[in-house]
């Protein structure tokens, strides 16, 4: 009992040095929304800074610990002003990218300087045992344990009383409008970035007595601080505090109960996962600005471009290269195929993965087990592996995938560590280091790359390109938009009738079996299996930062990449066997790198896109719908909503309110801003879950359907805000409309992505809202108009029952919202949808509507004829006042000869 309690103490106590590398962390993210991946490395640079001065100038402890935490200061300063700061208006992507390269860059820095040798520095504090109850902890770790706690309640104090604390969280909440109020946004996020620079640096100066001062202790310490800061939500210091005394408890009683090595690194990744089951999805991501993210490429290929580079790299690889060129085409193709993973999770899905490599060492220890235990052939064992990693990343995906956005990035690096702990560096369950049973054949083919070099280069080639092909057909292919779609806007793709976990999960597993596609080539280049190497979590940030820099949209852009990679062309190219020309491309290329992101933060693959000129592909299919007959009526069916309340913590949204709109029947929703008329339509159509009440349509309940169930069910809705797939042209938001959604294409989309045909529903959507010329268009390149009736001809695609329009007039001029209106009655009198109409434009409500619906406050206050509640008191006291409204009920009176677009066209 004692023994745990002791281990216990001990936990806490590096625990709460854990705390203070985590709490740096959170300050750094709540001033500037970034995961300072590069945090522990400034730990790293303190405790070297330390034991410069104490060690190496005798500075005592006094003048030598400041001497490290300014230096950990300047060093969070040139990271943000230099770095974070300038690529401001880019993806959060970009941005935590950069953080990873200044990692790598400092990383390969220090080493260049130090090497990998461990320092020994002196207690800062008496070390000498404090003993209670036979418990004995030094006094070093009690005192630690007080500064950590006195640290969290001091943070606590000032970010929750002081103007700088408020400012930080009102910068968070919205930097918008905190810049709005004079707050300067650069300098909020510089001094917090500095602030979470020293309590990294009071971590590494802490910890370089207990643990010696070594870069890659010290560097790794990141992952766990991480795993507590999520705890913590990016945002609470007591919930981290807590949660890294959990990690180090834990961890030290691991140690304790399990023999096998590796699991006390897997400590932090179930705790990751735990918390994450627990609290659900979402959290530490910003929501108040539109990101920029990266341009994805078409996925389009040109057959004979394609063949003349295949062929003319197995010419060079044959009769012209030597033996480290060869090499270096392996290792370009190799590691190429690992980023090529990245490109499909990261680059079209829009998640930061940091577990490629993982995979890439799962994938090879699957078809090592494979090999050397069942004696299978090396072909079938390779196919065998990447169905098996697929199922892994399936299964590892479902908790996993629980996050979003930075949350998914850290839990990602957890499991990159926890893989890597318990069954990379584990010969036990990987069995490494076992000589492979023959030489490697394909198709009766020896290419064991001892003898045959030169052809394993080849078959690295084919490899590369065969999954290139697979990922530019799932590019091309209805997953590939899908995918966009979801990437882009998560809601509007549920909209759609899409279910993005499902999109994310196939992403995530079919990147994992890309990547083991790399890894096992990485692996049976040599005669015996080692995985302790080059699959290390870390492995999978250069990775990042080496696609990220080649363009994470472009399947070039691994080729690009990685190109600086220990072993490629550019370390061939300078023909240096010393060990430190891969630290000095890292250094060197990592400074380069983020210069260059800063003007093409797309990639090279998109720059060298601008100078290549390549012959146009031929025009676009014209717009044909795949059944010519002309679309009918929609299943005629009731939407029912009852006793709907829906409260956001204190505020009461909706209360209590029901409604209901039948087949060919239009219905407006009225009432002053606020009274809850968005609310009511997230309830019915999903987008929300009310407290209390049901849906129904026609007699199926739906209330308990997420969103895209419901949409298959036959709802269709647009969004005040638009919320169109603006990465897709008009055509392709159509078609995500509309494509059929059985799961058929997640397997056929692989080889044979069929081109959807519109089908007769959108293509009478298309008519109907004339977007004939705007198809090849994307929706940011159109007037604000025409991008509101792309949202509304979006939803009226797929043929819904019921079709929900939240404010589709708004930007639109008096003549085009009457045209609307027509619009709007044919579908309903012709097709026989049902629509709920959100409107503030009087006129056109009265006009369209057969009935009117007014909410205040969160209730129904009338329900009637556009004529009733014209005349209703309540409804003229809270919303109408006493202008009498001109139009009369359903009375069309604008001709649609002159059309929008015939207008727009004149005007020009
Ligand atoms: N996600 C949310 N969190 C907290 N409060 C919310 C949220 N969404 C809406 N509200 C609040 O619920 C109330 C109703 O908002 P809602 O947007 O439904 O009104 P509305 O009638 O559509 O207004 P408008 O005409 O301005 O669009 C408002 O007080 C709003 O501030």
Redesign the pocket.
């Known amino acids: 009992m004692n023994g745990a309690i002791q281990l216990a103490l001990v936990g806490m106590s590096s625990g709460s040095l854990l705390a203070l590398t985590a709490l740096g962390i959170v300050i750094a993210y709540r001033g500037s929304g970034i995961i300072n991946f590069s945090h522990g490395i400034v730990g790293t640079v303190a405790a070297f800074a330390y034991w410069e001065l104490n060690a190496g100038q005798g500075l005592s402890p006094v003048l030598a610990v400041p001497g490290a935490l300014l230096a950990a200061a300047l060093c969070g300063y040139l990271t943000y002003r230099l770095a974070i700061q300038r690529m401001a208006r880019m993806s959060t992507l970009s941005r935590t990218s950069v953080s990873l390269i200044v990692l790598v860059v400092v990383q390969s820095a220090l080493t260049l300087r130090y090497g990998a040798d461990e320092r020994i520095v002196q207690p800062i504090f008496p070390t000498d045992p404090v003993s209670l109850f036979g418990i004995h902890l030094g006094k070093d770790r009690i005192i630690t344990f007080f500064i950590a706690t006195v640290l969290v309640a001091l943070l606590t104090a000032c970010y929750g009383r002081t103007r700088f604390g408020l400012a930080t969280a009102a910068q968070v909440e919205n930097p918008i409008a905190s810049a709005a109020l004079g707050i300067s946004p650069a300098r909020i996020a510089t001094s917090n970035w500095v602030i979470g620079s020293v309590f990294a640096g009071v971590a590494g100066v802490l910890l370089a007595p207990i643990v010696g001062v070594q870069i890659v202790t010290l560097t790794h310490l990141i992952v766990p601080a991480l795993a507590a800061a999520l705890i913590g939500g990016l945002r609470s210091f007591p919930l981290t505090y807590l949660g890294a005394l959990l990690i180090g408890v834990t961890q030290a009683e691991v140690t304790r109960y399990v023999a096998t090595p590796g699991w006390a690194d897997a400590v932090p990744f179930l705790l990751i996962v735990l918390v994450m089951v627990w609290r659900g999805t979402g959290g530490g991501i910003r929501t108040a600005i539109v990101e920029r993210r990266p341009k994805v490429g078409d996925g389009h290929i040109r057959p004979f471009i394609l063949l003349t580079l295949v062929g003319g790299s197995i010419l060079l690889l044959t009769l012209v290269f030597d033996l480290s060129y060869v090499t270096a085409m392996t290792i370009t193709c190799t590691y190429g195929i690992i980023l090529l993973s990245s490109v499909v999770i990261t680059g079209y899905t829009g998640q930061l993965s940091l577990s490629q490599f993982s995979f890439a060492g799962i994938g090879a220890v699957i078809t090592g087990l494979l090999l050397t235990r069942t004696g299978m052939p090396f072909l079938p064992a390779i196919a065998l592996s990447l169905v098996a990693t697929f199922v892994v990343g399936a299964l590892l995906g479902v908790p996993l995938l629980r996050t979003r956005g930075v949350n998914f990035a850290v839990a990602t690096l957890g499991s990159a560590v926890a893989i890597q702990g318990v069954l990379l560096q584990n010969p036990t369950y990987s069995g490494a280091y076992t000589p492979l049973p023959g030489p490697l054949t394909v198709f009766g083919w020896q290419v064991d790359s001892l003898v045959h070099p030169e052809r394993w280069a080849v078959v690295c080639l084919i490899a590369f390109v065969l999954a290139g092909l697979v990922v530019a057909n799932v590019r091309r292919g209805r997953v590939g938009r899908r995918m966009i779609a979801v990437r882009t806007n998560e809601r509007a793709a549920e909209s759609v009738g899409l279910n993005p976990w499902r999109v994310r999960l196939y992403a995530f597993a079919l990147a994992a079996a890309i990547a083991a596609l790399g890894g096992i080539l990485v692996v049976f280049r040599q005669p015996t299996m080692v995985f302790e190497r080059g699959f290390a979590a870390f492995d999978s940030i250069l990775g990042i930062s080496q696609v990220v820099l080649g363009g994470i949209g472009y399947i070039a852009g691994p080729l690009l990449g990685v190109l600086g990679h220990p072993g490629g062309f550019i370390s061939t190219l300078l023909d240096s066997d010393s060990a430190t020309t891969p630290l000095w491309i890292a250094l060197v290329g990592g400074i380069l790198s983020i210069w260059y992101l800063q003007a093409r933060p797309d990639g090279a693959a998109e720059g060298l896109g601008r100078h290549i000129h390549l012959p146009r592909r031929s025009r676009p299919a014209p717009v044909t719908a795949t059944t010519a007959a002309p679309p009918g009526r929609v299943p005629e069916r009731t939407l029912r909503g009852q006793g709907l309340t ?1 409260a ?2 204190g ?1 009461v ?2 209360d209590d309110a029901s409604l209901d709109v039948g087949p060919g029947e239009i219905v407006g929703l009225i ?10 339509i ?1 309830a019915v159509t999903g987008a ?1 879950r009310p407290k209390a009440g049901t849906v129904t349509l026609g007699d199926k309940p739906i209330g308990s359907m997420r969103m895209h169930r419901r949409v298959r069910e036959g709802i269709g809705r647009s969004f ?1 805000s638009l919320e169109l797939f603006d990465d897709m042209t008009v055509a392709d938001n159509l078609k995500a409309s509309v494509d059929a959604r059985s799961g058929s294409a997640y397997l056929t989309d692989l080889v044979w992505p069929r081109p959807t045909a519109f089908t007769a529903g959108a293509l009478a959507a298309v008519e109907l809202f004339e977007l004939g010329p705007d198809l090849d268009r994307l929706p940011t390149e159109l007037p604000y108009g025409r991008r509101r009736l792309v949202g509304i001809a979006r939803a009226v695609a797929a043929e819904p029952s019921i079709l929900c329009l ?2 589709p007039a708004a930007g639109l001029s008096s003549t085009e919202s009457a045209e609307l209106g027509v619009l709007l009655r044919r579908l309903a009198d012709e097709r026989g949808m049902g629509v709920l109409v ?1 409107e ?1 434009d009087m006129e056109l409500v009265m006009r369209v509507c057969d009935r009117v619906i007014v ?1 205040e406050r ?1 209730r129904i206050i009338a329900d009637g004829t556009p004529g009733d509640v014209r005349r209703d008191p309540r409804v003229i006291a809270a919303y109408l006042g006493d202008e009498p409204t001109e139009a009369e009920p359903r009375e069309p009176v604008v001709a649609r000869n002159e059309t929008a677009r015939e207008r727009e066209e004149a005007e020009q």
């Not at 009432?671 to 009511?680: E, Q, S, W």
């Open positions: 829906v956001f913590g505020v949204a909706v009432g002053p801003n606020g009274a809850g008329k968005t609310t009511l997230d929300t005040q939240d404010e959100v503030h909410m969160g």
